[in-house]
């Protein structure tokens, strides 16, 4: 049984940051991609980073140069670094992991496996 589990969400105030962790367990995360998303209300699923098992990383346009993704295979845990939050930064944020093509990676449908994901809130 796979479970991820995310942690660090919280009320912020615009311009601060916050670190984000998904621990996992019932897989070896360094054989799978490792993906966030984020999902406002009213709003539909939206890709926030990824980072691939081949090492590589990508990010929406709307997080590039604030957001960034880590992993830890000693640990089987990946993060995800929130500098200078804005309110439109707030949401539910999910980890998750699968085997998604580069072409797919921003497609919640392409991945397998979901926590319960963890609310930011960014407001003054």
């Known amino acids: 049984q796979v479970l991820l589990q995310e942690s660090g969400g919280g009320l912020v105030r615009p311009g601060d940051s916050l670190r984000l962790s998904c621990a996992a367990s019932?897989?070896?995360?360094?054989?799978?991609?490792v993906g966030w998303f984020r999902q406002a209300v009213g709003k539909d699923r939206e890709f926030v980073a990824a980072?691939?098992?081949?090492?590589?990383?990508h990010y929406a346009d709307s997080v590039k140069g604030r957001f960034a993704i880590s992993r830890d295979n000693a640990k089987n845990t990946a993060d995800l670094q929130m500098n200078s939050l804005l309110p439109e930064d707030t949401a539910v944020y999910y980890c998750?992991?699968?085997?998604?093509?580069?072409?797919?990676?921003?497609?919640?449908?392409?991945?397998?496996?979901w926590g319960q994901g963890t609310q930011v809130t960014v407001s003054s």
């Open positions: 998750t992991i699968g085997q998604p093509i580069l072409s797919e990676l921003r497609n919640p449908q392409s991945w397998y496996h």
């Open positions: 019932g897989r070896t995360l360094r054989n799978y991609a």
């Open positions: 980072f691939r098992s081949t090492g590589t990383k």
